[in-house]
């Protein structure tokens, strides 16, 4: 199993900036990549951003490309992510996963191997 300790999250006004981060802890023997997936209210939980378990790759949701970022740091297993020019439309619970066996490419819901309790996110307009 593995656990995450996600923060970071709150209430901002459209166009600031805010950054969630997650710590892992368990079965951190095992190369994990790491990512971030959101639910909006009525919708969906949709990817969001991924890196590889050597930070040398990311991927990203058409929708928050060139506005969100995604680090680790992985003497920690902590990832982060940075989160620029916020939407109303960003507001969403967001959660902080893992998944260790499918393609590093690959990041759809099935994909997913551990899922965060979720931190709240809310931009105001």
């Known amino acids: 199993q593995v656990q995450f300790v996600e923060s970071g999250g709150g209430l901002v006004q459209a166009g600031e900036s805010l950054t969630l981060s997650c710590t892992a802890s368990?079965?951190?023997?095992?190369?994990?990549?790491l990512g971030w997936f959101r639910q909006a209210p009525g919708k969906e939980r949709d990817f969001v951003a991924g890196?590889?378990?050597?930070?040398?790759?990311?991927y990203y949701a058409d929708d928050v490309k060139g506005r969100f970022s995604i680090t680790r740091e992985n003497g920690r297993n902590t990832v982060y992510l940075h989160m620029a020019s916020l939407k109303p439309e960003d507001t969403a619970v967001y959660y902080c996963?893992?998944?260790?066996?499918?393609?590093?490419?690959?990041?759809?819901?099935?994909?997913?191997?551990?899922w965060g309790q979720g931190t709240q996110v809310t931009v105001s307009p």
């Open positions: 890196i590889s378990w050597s930070g040398d790759r990311t």
């Open positions: 996963v893992a998944k260790a066996f499918s393609p590093p490419g690959q990041w759809g819901r099935s994909s997913i191997d551990y």
């Open positions: 368990g079965r951190t023997g095992t190369t994990y990549a």
